[in-house]
Every structure is written in structure tokens, then in C-alpha cells.
């Protein structure tokens, strides 16, 4: 048999060692004898091979002609038959186990099977045993662990083939559970063209994690001893970038249907980063549908379906999902939130798509979120335009037409203010991703903005949307009333020609089911169909309603249209009748307010950011000539939740209003008896403030 390597590989020393150096190297190999459990004969001819190769390179001549048959190509060296297994042990002490491994699994296979319970048997099974392990550490400090791993197994077969050696086996079998993790990573990280390493890879580790009982690791494998479920979390974390979105879609709704609940909270975010990534928005819906059935303790979904919503273009819902957080820090930060509502969810939106969706998969590098782009994406449009439509919604682009969609803040200034809040947002995990300004946008006058530029989309929504909610009340809400009826046509220009203006995220807020999840789930609409008789009586129950002239005004005296004293409200557990006055006082000085009888002054117990809503709701009603009479009053106050910095209270109001233009001419009357409203009070500087209102509950 002719072995690998040559003499001075074989004992141990460089081409160029000195005689002195080969020969304290030859007693060193002899003294260091391996003890692993080889026959005396074995061993004795192992020390036969190293005494010739001392002899061999100490004497010049010899070593002079052995060095010239190197120089002529000669390689390996010739052992007998008697001395194979000896050299097998020296090919293997010589740093090459791989190579002594496959000569000794050949030599244990017919036809040069040795005889059964023979010495060379023995010492061939141990000595495969001992280079197969060997091999896999030596793939291992390579990082080549799907190879360590093909050692262990052939290894391990031959132990159980040739029925010999069962601690050892088990060693081997151990090792190879142990190298599973690794040997996933090495199959996944490998070049996507090598399908069938990724797809072995990905078998391996669904089946790992079944048997570990899920993400949870609930069940008690064999992989217990050594991975532990902090262990494994890590492993994932490294793994998972080496996925596709697809691929941890299809490996997380496998395991959720196993009962993983950590599984379907991935998928819902693996969905939501294809829908988003690939302008997918069926997929939203398929997320959101998931999120929803999930029951994780101490998941606050609100705000995560919120951000669907508004992707899915329903403003009014994503605000209701947002403001009805479990999360005291987040709604502190909304309440405090300087700027438009809708803004500072667009901005909890983009980060939280930015750091936490649209992460950790091997096809998407999505470095930065562009709201306005996805809103400006063509099939984006048409897929919420159908849901509309289907819904017998307003249409998505009904008065856009083909204007582009503005950015959400439409000058510098806007942004900066918006950064100011961003540095308070509570993100999970104290993450705050960080925001690159937007390009400056020349300053105009807001008439020739909106003549000149593009109405922006996300005011757009809050305005129109809320016109129309504001104009129907709970009809709209309860009842599918865009039928084939002659009628829609006139009530909807109607609608649009005299509600215009009725004030920014008036009535925003919808905390029930939007239309479009009912569209989405192919709700049918058949029903509409049977009782489209029932529902035109309606409609002209509608139209034909008169405002009622009974109503009365809130109960407060006016001196010369002053209005009333405001006083802050500074117990820590205000009453209901305090919490009432306090609203009552909001009431009246907007509705002067908006009749152009006073200015507003409420401070001490209103949140700047609705006092601001409020002045633009005026400002848009100086520049359309009109001015509103509005009279309002209590019928029914309730407290629905309160702690020590926020208070919800639901309200049921008679509300009537007039819209009138500076001739005095009545364009508009509307009445709801009642209207019910959930106002939401903060405590902030020692006093408590009304924050802001969900209409139309």
C-alpha cells in the first residue's frame, strides 16, 4: 500500500532537520505511544516504521538518494501489507485524519474486509473511529460543518456496520447533534444558486425547531443539553438574515399552525415586510388578520394594526388603533405631539418599518422608508381604489384625480417640529432610528400651495374623510348605503359642495372594523342587494330630515361674547361634574370661536395641539367667506378608564351646526341627537388637559 506522505512528514520534522533534530524527534514519537486502544502488535510495527525512517534520513547517503527521488517527482511511500494499519496510525499522527480515514473505511469494506475478530480488524474500527472525529473537528476549524458533519455520520455507520465500539459510537452521534446549528448555517449561508444545500438547510431547521416544541422550546429534545433557549435565540438571530422573506413566511405560518405564538408574530411581520417591500397590499390584510387572532402576553397590537391601517390608507382607523394603546408612554408622546395627530403616526410608521419589519431577510435592503412613494405607487392606488369600490366607499382618487401625493410635511419647518417629538416616541427596546431631513420646500402662501402643488395626501384623507363621517354620522358607519340608488349621486355632491372645511380630524377617529377589512374578507354584499328598498327609505329619511329647532345651548352666559373663564384642573382625581365643566368650557369657546365672536384662549385645560387644530379650522373658514354656528349640550358624560396621567371619558351630545357666508346666507344645517365622543384628558404641568377627541363612536 503506498501512504500520502513521505519520511521526514512521517516522523515528524522539515526537509532540512539535522540529523540531531530527526533523531530527538523519532524518540519522542516513541515515547509518545498512542493509548487509545490499539493491539501491542499494531503498535510495535508503528515503532518499526519510525526506527527505518530515523535510520533512513540520519545516514547522508541514504538520505541523499531518498532527497533526489523527492526532486524527481517521487511521492508516498510503499508500506506492506503486514504494516498497513501502522501507517494508517502515522498518516493520521502526521495531521492528515482525513486521508487516513477513507484508506481505513475502504480497508473495512469488501473485498479486503479483515477476517471477523482479527487483530486488523480491531485496530482498523478503532483507528476509523478516532480519524472520522478527528476529520470533523479539522472541517470545524475551517467553518466547513456540513463536511464535519458528512464525517461524523459515515463514522458512525460504521461503527453500527461493524457492531463494535458503542461508547465511541454514541461520542460520534453526540458530536453530531451538537454540530446541527452549524452545519444549518453553513448550508443557508452558502450562494442561493446552490438550491440544494439551501433547501437541506432549511429542512434541517424546521425540523430542529419542531423538535425543540417551537421558537418557545417547549418540549425537552435531545438538543436540550446543549442549546439552551438563550443559546437558540441566538443561533436564530445569526440564521435568519440568511432567509428570504418568503422562506420565513412559509417556515413561520408551518410553525404557528404547530402552536408557536412567537412563530405567528414573525410571520406577521415577515408578511407585512413583502407587502410593503414588494407593494404587495393583500399581504397587509393577511398580516393584520394574523396579528389580530394572536394572543401574546404583553403585545400591545394596537399601534403595530395601526400602521397597517394607515398604509391601507384608513386614516381614521389607524388613528383609533393608535389612540387606543395600552402603552402609556406612546400616548403620552401622541398627546403631547406638537404637530398634526397624523404626522406623528406616519413618523411611528416609517421607524417601525424601518427597524423592525424591514430587517433580517436575504432579499430586501431597504435602507430607508418613503411613505410617499408607496402612496404614489400606481397598483397601490388601484388595489385601495378597488377596495373602495367594492366597499361602496369614496373613491381613493375621487378628487386627487393625477396630482402626485405631497410629502407629509410640507415645509422645513413642519419637519423640525416633527423631529422635536420623534426624540420623545417610546420605541420598544429603547431603539430610536435616526431621521435624514427632508429637501427644503420653497415657502408659499397656503392658497397658492394649494393651487400650485399637489394636495398633500395624508391631510387630504383626514379632511375628506371626516367630512363625510361627519356628514352621514353613525348612518355610514352601521349601514352600506352606496347602493345603485338614483339618489347617491346628488347626496354625495351635496356632501362634498357643503361640508368642505368642517375641520381637520373632526370625527377622525373609527374604532370599529374598517369597510375595507369587511371588503377584503369578501363579505357578501348580497345582503345589500335584499334590502336595497329598505336602505333608499333610509336614504330619504336622511335627505328629507329637518335640523332640529329645539336644541338648546349650553348652559353658560355670555357678556358681550366673552368667553367663559377657563380654570385649570388640578386634583389628582378630578370628579365627573369637574371633568364635565372642564369640556363644557372647550365647547363653548370653539363654537364662539368658529362664529368669529371671540378669540381662543384655552391654554390652562386644552393641549396646544388641539387649540391649533381649531385655529385652522377658522383660518379655512376666513378664506371660504363663511363662519359656523354651533350650539352644543351635555346630555350624558361616562368614565370609561383613568390613571394617574390619563383620563378617557365617553360623551353624548345634541349637536347641531349652521355653516353661513358673510352675507348671511345659510349654506348648511346639520343636527345629531346625540353624537357621541370620546374625549381624552392628559395631566401634564400639575393640572389636567384636554388632548384630543375620537367622534362618531
Known sequence: ?????????????????????????????????????????????????????????????????????????????????????????????????????????????????????????????????????????????????????????????????????????????????????????????????????????????ENLIIKRGGLEGNNKSEYANYLNQQEFERFFQQIKPYLTVQEQIDLFLELQKRGSLEAGFLAFLSLTAIGFSRRKPEKLFEARRILKRLNLSGLDSMPLVGCLDLLLADVDQASARFFSSSDENLRDWLDNYSGNKLEAICIFCKNWLENDVLVGYRDIELKEVDLDTWFEDREIQEFIETLEKKSNKTPFKSNIQNNQINKVFSTTEDFESSLDDERKLPWPGGIKPEFEKLNEVENESNE???????????????????????????????????????????????LILFSFGLGIGFLRNNPKESIQDEAFENKSLTSLDNNQELIKNDLDQVIQKKPSNELKSINFDLVANKPFEAEELTKASPSLDEIKQLINVWLLNKSNYLAGKSEINLSKIVKKGLIKRTIEERQNDIKKGIYKEINSQIRKIDLQSQTSSRIVVLVELDYSEKSINNSGELLNEISFNPLKIKYILGFSNKAWKLADFVSGL
Open 448 to 494: 397658492e400651495r394649494f393651487i400650485n402643488k399637489p394636495v398633500t395626501f395624508y391631510r387630504y384623507l383626514i379632511e375628506k374623510i371626516a367630512e363625510l363621517k361627519f356628514s352621514f354620522g353613525e348612518f355610514l358607519k352601521d349601514k352600506e348605503i352606496f347602493s345603485k340608488s338614483p339618489y347617491l349621486i346628488y347626496l354625495y355632491a351635496f
Open 1 to 205: 500500500m503506498e501512504l500520502p506522505l513521505d519520511h521526514f512528514r512521517l516522523i515528524g520534522v522539515s526537509p532540512s532537520a539535522t540529523s540531531e533534530e530527526i533523531l530527538r524527534a523519532f524518540q519522542l514519537r516513541l515515547d509518545k505511544t498512542p493509548d487509545d486502544g490499539f493491539t501491542f502488535e499494531v503498535l510495535t510495527h508503528r515503532s518499526e516504521l519510525l526506527r527505518f525512517t530515523a535510520d533512513l534520513l540520519t545516514d547522508p547517503e541514504s538520505r541523499r538518494s531518498y532527497e533526489n527521488l523527492l526532486l524527481n517527482g517521487a511521492s508516498g511511500l510503499e508500506i506492506s501489507s503486514s504494516r498497513e494499519v501502522a501507517g494508517l496510525i502515522l498518516l493520521w499522527e502526521s495531521g492528515s485524519p482525513k486521508e487516513a480515514f477513507k484508506i481505513a473505511r475502504k480497508a473495512l469494506q469488501p473485498p479486503q474486509t479483515p477476517a471477523l475478530g482479527s487483530s486488523r480488524e480491531a485496530d482498523l474500527t478503532l483507528l476509523a473511529a478516532l480519524t472520522a472525529r478527528d476529520s470533523a473537528i479539522q472541517e470545524q476549524q475551517r467553518r466547513s460543518y456540513s463536511n464535519a458533519a458528512d464525517f461524523l455520520q459515515e463514522g458512525i455507520q460504521l461503527l453500527q456496520r461493524m457492531g463494535k465500539l458503542e461508547e465511541m459510537r454514541k461520542d460520534l452521534e453526540e458530536d453530531l447533534v451538537s454540530l446541527l446549528p452549524y452545519r444549518i448555517l453553513d448550508l443557508l449561508s452558502r450562494d442561493l444558486n446552490d438550491l440544494e444545500s439551501h433547501k437541506k438547510g432549511l429542512s434541517m431547521l
